[in-house]
């Protein structure tokens, strides 16, 4: 999401990060309306069309949470030379936490979903930081693997509850935070993809010269198609030893597919960026990638009613054929086409709202304006 302000024009600007960020924010928007949409009797995996539809959007959210995190310590480590707190990207971090946090259970206060996901996940790659720059016994990269590592392993335990929910006898919205009766986004496993992607942000700030080097974008691509197709047989080639024999690793392929879907994304927008598009300037397209904060909360109002409580969803539910939801989702994303293309125009309009809440807040992290 609009998790963090996009990344300084600069000789090594990566534009294949907005770029990422602009297909998943249209392919969440796609996603929503057609899952809520299509009537029933057309969800089925038996259609070409719908199981290919399903395949796509099952790394939509893999795709944000991990440019969430390579994208928040790329531009972190840009500072690494000042102190802890004296780094502003410590305390922009810290300030997105908190607004992701109030949008979230703003638009949903009964559960822990994408918004929070992402909130924890900055607020757990800066205390890693933190931990690295007290303890340098270990590259920081490795820190953030480790974790993903880590998270994905805990689906293990956590996939296994049902509904016997995590804390045990703890509130609802801690539960949810693990496992609990509304964990959409739980970080358990989810938020291992953004610690994998603050270990691809670590490698990109240290290899970021040679970035969009034929090397990099190969090696990208075949790392990630080598994980999709090659981890489930390497899990059960791993228990065949005795030690891991009891341990079903096979149960989290799932997890490492979808990184593996990432990564080849990631290196087809680095070529594509790198070799085809020669891109010079900001345009209309990255520009939907760098709001996509208000592009969610936004669609959460129109499409689900979140806070007003009457969005497009009680009219459409289940309603639509495929013929007739495709032209309906194509409108549904020139709605938020039309808000990027005049987003400055609203912002400026908005401003005696806007700027009070942003100096208060950004007063309260000793951020200056």
Request: aromatic residues 20%; positive net charge; contains cysteine.
């Amino acid at each position: 999401m609009e998790t963090v302000n996009h990344l300084p024009q600069t000789k090594t600007r990566l534009y294949f990060i907005d770029m990422a960020r602009t297909v998943a924010i249209l392919l969440m928007l796609e996603g929503h309306f057609v899952h809520d949409s299509l009537a029933a009797v057309w969800a089925n995996d038996s259609y070409a069309a719908y199981s290919t539809w399903k395949f796509i959007r099952g790394f939509t959210s893999p795709t944000f949470l991990t440019v969430t995190g390579l994208v928040f310590t790329y531009l972190l480590l840009g500072n690494e030379h000042l102190k802890f707190w004296e780094n502003i990207r410590v305390r922009k971090g810290l300030k997105r936490v908190v607004e992701l946090l109030f949008w979230g259970y703003l638009l949903q206060y009964y559960a822990f979903h994408v918004l929070q996901c992402i909130a924890v996940g900055i607020l757990t790659i800066i205390l890693i930081y933190g931990v690295y720059r007290a303890i340098r016994f270990i590259p920081l990269w490795i820190y953030y693997f480790i974790a993903g590592l880590l998270l994905f392993y805990s689906y293990l335990f956590f996939g296994k509850l049902g509904s016997h929910y995590w804390p045990t006898n703890a509130p609802a919205f801690v539960q949810n935070i693990f496992h609990g009766p509304h964990s959409e986004f739980p970080i358990t496993p989810r938020m291992g993809y953004t610690m994998f992607g603050a270990m691809l942000g670590t490698l990109l700030y240290k290899f970021k010269a040679q970035v969009k080097s034929y090397g990099v974008i190969f090696g990208t691509a075949l790392l990630g198609f080598l994980i999709y197709i090659g981890i489930k047989p390497t899990f059960l080639w791993m228990q065949s030893f005795d030690f891991l024999s009891s341990i079903p690793l096979y149960e989290m392929d799932w997890l490492y597919e979808k990184l593996g879907m990432v990564l080849i994304v990631l290196a087809i927008l680095l070529a594509l960026e790198t070799y085809v598009l020669n891109i010079q300037k900001e345009n209309l397209f990255l520009k939907i990638g760098q709001n996509t904060l208000s592009i969610y909360v936004i669609h959460m109002m129109l499409l689900y009613g979140s806070v007003i409580r009457f969005g497009i969803n009680d009219y459409l539910h289940e309603k639509l054929g495929p013929y007739e939801v495709i032209p309906y989702t194509l409108g549904f994303w020139l709605i938020f086409i039309v808000f990027v293309y005049y987003i400055d125009w609203i912002r400026a309009k908005l401003k005696f709202i806007l700027w009070p809440m942003k100096k208060y807040s950004s007063l309260l992290f000793g951020i200056k304006l």
